[in-house]
């Protein structure tokens, strides 16, 4: 029998708790344990971000050379590769060459390190943003706590009034979820502005979002904004926790509906998620998650490929046997799993006949693979 998850009370939130937190209080509780992570396929793009922040944190020490920013980028994907590799669902991901845009956000992040050089001739010294005492600029990524302990934040640059937040690319304001993902940036730099104000007595007086590819997007950041941003995080935080504390059953904690569930990468473990589908369907959905039963599995001439046959019974799919053709070297080897199997399928495409089609960022498991999830101290 798999274990269990358990789901315990938070002792801090933080920007990247919040925004799992606001739309559901059971994605914050999974996104803060390490266990539930294991059974999440992270997004290679937040790793091309995190690879371009050092980029430029590298560009803009004193007398940083193009070769220094190249290493910076060397060595971050270095390390996300390496990690990627040790875990059972990112190993698909252990080659940066299939990162989505990896070669795209590689160029734009050295040509605008480059840049940054060059506004730096002679290697003279430009203002760095410092650390340690009360009135100063913030380290990059330094933890910083406010509001005793119970907001933590580490910030990718203030350099004493700028606050800026690095990401591998802004979307296109005409793509339906923009919006949504742009407020979630200014959320993230409001409460991130709160920390900063009490951990060091300084307020930012800009958010800046930069891209790899050059783009900003300035965030204005007023105080009572982002003490009530800071304010309504907190509440979040004591709510889960008293639900948590009392052994809430985890499928309470959560809200299922098209905004909450979109983009959630705990979709295959949440106890409403299922029920909800079986009765709405993905058709809000920008992917497709479907819950099956196995019918049979055909093995492919390769011993990589194979093609699981499923009856899926939900709104938008035919009622037939639906064939998913899998890769062992991608989505995991279920040929195992007898026939009757209840299977979980995230992140699929659906084909205009309707059927489901597995691409590298769908994932596969077996229901009787997954953890049960409990609540309480």
Request: proline residues 8%.
């Amino acid at each position: 029998m798999p274990g269990q998850i358990a789901l315990t009370p938070l002792g801090r939130t933080s920007p990247t708790l919040w925004s799992h937190m606001r739309l559901c209080a059971l994605r914050g509780a999974f996104a803060a344990s390490s266990a539930a992570q294991g059974l999440v396929l992270h997004d290679p793009r937040a790793w091309l971000g995190t690879a371009f922040h050092k980029v430029m944190e590298a560009a803009a020490r004193p007398g940083a050379t193009e070769a220094d920013a190249e290493q910076a980028w060397t060595a971050t994907v270095a390390q996300a590769s390496a990690a990627a590799a040790s875990h059972a669902l990112d190993a698909r991901y252990a080659a940066p060459e299939r990162w989505p845009g990896y070669f795209l956000v590689r160029q734009r992040a050295l040509a605008s390190a480059q840049r940054t050089i060059a506004t730096n001739p002679g290697g003279q010294r430009r203002p760095a943003p410092v650390g340690g005492t009360r009135g100063s600029g913030a380290s990059t990524e330094r933890l910083l706590l406010a509001r005793g302990g119970r907001l933590a934040g580490r910030p990718d640059r203030f350099d004493g009034r700028v606050l800026t937040e690095y990401k591998s690319s802004i979307p296109d304001p005409a793509w339906r979820g923009a919006d949504a993902i742009l407020e979630g940036f200014r959320r993230q730099l409001r409460l991130y502005a709160a920390i900063i104000a009490e951990a060091l007595g300084r307020w930012p007086a800009q958010g800046r979002i930069v891209a790899a590819s050059g783009q900003t997007v300035d965030v204005p950041l007023d105080p009572p904004a982002c003490n009530a941003e800071a304010s309504d995080a907190l509440t979040a935080l004591d709510s889960l926790n008293r639900q948590l504390a009392a052994e809430a059953p985890a499928g309470a904690l959560a809200q299922p509906e098209d905004q909450a569930c979109a983009d959630c990468p705990f979709q295959v473990l949440c106890p409403s998620f299922w029920p909800w589908l079986a009765a709405t369907g993905s058709g809000g959905l920008p992917e497709t998650a479907a819950a099956g039963v196995l019918d049979r599995i055909e093995l492919g001439l390769d011993g990589d490929l194979y093609t699981a046959y499923l009856s899926v019974d939900q709104p938008s799919m035919p009622p037939v046997i639906q064939p998913l053709v899998l890769r062992r070297s991608i989505h995991g080897d279920l040929t195992a799993s007898p026939a009757g199997a209840h299977w979980r399928i995230v992140a699929a495409k659906l084909k205009p006949d309707g059927r489901l089609r597995a691409d590298p960022s769908t994932c596969v498991f077996a229901l009787d693979d997954l953890p049960g999830i409990v609540t309480g101290r």
